[in-house]
């Protein structure tokens, strides 16, 4: 037999609630927390000496407990003559003093400011439930009337959304201090509990009026209270405190190798992300040590993007490895300090069993697990503010191969590197990598990153080596095209270092970039080595216009254009390139603009299938020869597309004279006239090795 309401609106029905409690009997109701979990907070706002309104007192003990301890002079109030009858007879031998009445809380008999403290345990949320709520309203302004100045209305509810905007934008309104508290679960009891927290409400009334919101949220009895300054910011805290309960009663209660659960811990005084937390679970026909409950992994700074941390496949290869029933693997934020290991340890431990899996001991040690015990390195050299793009920061990074980094990224995706290129001491040339890397470990330190330059012959993105083999298909260093010219059309700058790479080192080039955003091409100069000149152009404005105005001057060919641009728009399931660029009247006049033997490259990167056969139609309509590569450990793929005839895309052909071209590359790429000790740090026939014909 249900004892619960069939719909909300019974909650504010008074025969629900006598109905109720002639079901339940002499049974105490404690749905909201017994009087050991709420008497720190009840002793810290009602003092033994008050005259306490218990508004909605139900048949629950908390009264009796209060009375048992020293408060003498409660007036307990329900509308259920059932419950006041029986309550009554209860105490009337024991608690001769603790008295019970029949009393409708919206129209009380009582004097104004009669009382120093109203208790209401569940009555707020039982009769909010109304779709109105104006039964609520009216309990509320007949509380304000009865409080004296001073006085504190102490609620207990679990803070659905509608009760308590009802309630706090009802006290603001009457001037009124309002705190919350959020309690927090005891671990263990997650089984026999709610998922969602109470909180406990305590709204102080004052003989002014308080010209301007009051509003604290604390964690916990004895949480330091965070000043707020809307009702907005304390209903977001409240929504952020129930998603963690939830959270963590799921990850208490179960494990599930398949789920992604992540959840960010925010700096208590600044409220800026500090931490993300991602919760890996291992399948559970996976063996291992029994002590192998549980671990915390650590990300190095500036490796939080990597495949291994970002992707749920990588998340899911590290769970395996570590080999632990439940590992929770943690970033950390840009723009925050953070000593060392211990001190993250610290930091992490108080909270860590929150999210342990079920059945693990309580006072079982949990290790901290990281790459070689470091925390990484990280430095933000520039922030700044893009119209078209957002907030950005450029920062320098050590990576986990030792080297040093510098990346752009916008911080509307953190979880995104837009470009990244490696740094150098300003007395080394980018000559050998292996020679190099020892003595970048040894000399260059945080202190002296001013020092750093901008490594123009190492590409950090395998899409933009994939590109750059794309030459390969026009013959540059081959016998025929070996001192001609190449002009390259490139859309979407980044930090530069693609079309850098391609002035620096292929001979005879020209290269026109188009670049939508101004302060990317500042920042590309500035922060990453990108220098314009004669044979290195940059255009403003939009790829697509710059394309059909290239096309109706029809002067202009171009042996190589690649599009390298990304896509704002993340409702698509393809972030590059924007779907407009692979419209069929866009790829045509691509074709129309390249010479006989041109390439058209195109960085593709689309998680959707049925989106990506789509473009793949598109472009194979337009050019018919079409090769590809696919960048491991990324969604990242490169399409070379020719407008060859189809006959000319047979594998047994193109592809062995690709991979011979590609050495000629390899040579051209290489070669030195300028007499300068650069070097390209690029592979053309390993790249080529694992390329197929769509």
């Not at 706002?45 to 020293?70: A, M, T």
């Not at 809307?230 to 209903?235: G, I, S, T």
């Not at 129309?592 to 689309?606: A, E, H, I, M, Y």
Request: glycine share 8%.
């Amino acid at each position: 037999m249900s004892l619960l309401p069939r719909s909300a609106e019974e909650f504010s029905s008074a025969e629900f609630w006598e109905k109720f409690f002639k079901k339940r009997g002499e049974k105490a109701f404690e749905w909201y927390g017994d009087y050991n979990s709420l008497c720190g907070l009840v002793h810290r706002y009602i003092k033994v000496p008050d005259q306490v309104l218990v508004v909605g007192c139900g048949n629950s003990e908390l009264s009796e407990q209060l009375y048992d301890v020293g408060y003498k002079h409660l007036t307990n109030i329900d509308i259920s003559e059932t419950v006041v009858t029986h309550m009554n007879q209860r105490n009337v031998e024991r608690r001769p003093g603790l008295t019970f009445q029949q009393v409708d809380a919206t129209k009380t008999p009582y004097e104004d400011g009669s009382f120093q403290a109203a208790l209401d345990k569940g009555t707020l949320d039982a009769m909010a439930s109304e779709e109105e709520g104006s039964l609520a309203r009216n309990m509320l302004t007949e509380v304000c009337r009865v409080l004296s100045v001073g006085g504190r209305y102490v609620c207990v509810t679990l803070a659905q959304e509608s009760v308590i905007r009802l309630a706090v934008e009802h006290f603001v309104q009457q001037g009124w201090a309002v705190r919350l508290h959020c309690l927090q679960e005891e671990r263990g009891k997650e089984e026999d509990s709610f998922a969602l927290p109470v909180f406990v409400l305590v709204c102080t009334k004052f003989r002014q009026p308080m010209p301007s919101p009051l509003l604290e949220m604390c964690v916990g009895e004895d949480g330091a209270p965070a000043r707020l300054s809307q009702v907005a910011e304390l209903l977001s805290a409240v929504r952020e405190h129930q998603a963690y309960a939830v959270l963590r009663k799921r990850l208490r209660t179960g494990t599930d190798a398949c789920s992604n659960l992540s959840l960010t811990l925010c700096h208590i005084t600044t409220g800026l992300p500090r931490y993300t937390l991602t919760v890996q679970d291992c399948p559970p026909a996976a063996k291992m040590p029994r002590s192998n409950q549980f671990a915390i992994f650590i990300v190095p700074q500036g490796s939080e993007t990597a495949w291994l941390y970002s992707s749920i496949e990588g998340r899911r290869q590290l769970a395996a490895s570590a080999n632990f029933r439940r590992l929770v693997i943690v970033a950390m934020h840009r723009n925050q300090e953070y000593t060392d290991m211990q001190a993250v340890q610290s930091e992490l431990s108080p909270m860590v069993m929150d999210l342990a899996p079920p059945g693990m001991p309580a006072n079982q040690q949990v290790p901290f697990l990281s790459v070689g015990g470091d925390l990484g390195w990280r430095e933000e050299v520039s922030r700044g503010l893009s119209e078209l793009s957002g907030e950005y920061c450029v920062e320098n990074v050590r990576g986990e191969d030792g080297e040093l980094y510098r990346r752009l990224v916008f911080l509307s995706n953190t979880a995104l590197v837009q470009s990244e290129s490696r740094l150098v001491p300003s007395n080394t040339a980018s000559g050998n990598k292996k020679k190099n890397k020892k003595k970048v470990k040894q000399t260059v330190a945080p202190s002296c990153t001013s020092s750093l330059l901008v490594d123009s012959g190492f590409l950090c993105c395998a899409h933009h080596e994939v590109m750059v083999c794309g030459l390969a298909m026009l013959g540059v260093g081959t016998p025929q095209y070996k001192d001609g010219p190449v002009s390259v059309l490139l859309v979407g700058l980044g930090g530069g270092g693609l079309p850098q790479f391609l002035r620096d080192f292929v001979p005879n080039v020209c290269v026109e970039v188009v670049e939508l955003d101004p302060v990317v091409l500042e920042v590309a100069k500035e922060w990453f080595g990108f220098r314009p000149d004669d044979r290195l152009t940059v255009t403003l404005g939009d790829g697509l216009e710059r394309i059909t105005a290239l096309q109706e001057e029809g002067a202009h060919l171009f042996d190589v254009i690649m599009f390298d641009v990304d896509n704002k728009d993340s409702s698509v399931g393809m972030s590059c390139p924007p779907a407009a660029f692979v419209e069929t009247p866009i790829l045509q006049k691509v074709r129309s603009l390249l010479t006989p033997r041109g390439v058209f490259t195109l960085n593709l990167v689309c998680r959707d299938s049925v989106l990506r056969k789509t473009v793949l139609e598109r472009v194979s309509a337009v050019f018919p020869t079409i090769l590809s590569r696919n960048i491991e450990g990324e969604v990242n793929e490169v399409l070379l597309c020719s407008p060859g005839e189809k006959e000319m895309s047979d594998a047994a052909r193109i592809l062995p004279s690709l991979k011979q071209a590609g050495q000629s590359l390899q040579v051209a790429l290489s070669s030195d006239k300028s007499g300068s000790s650069r070097r390209p740090h690029i592979n053309i026939s390993e790249l080529l090795k694992d390329m197929k014909i769509e």
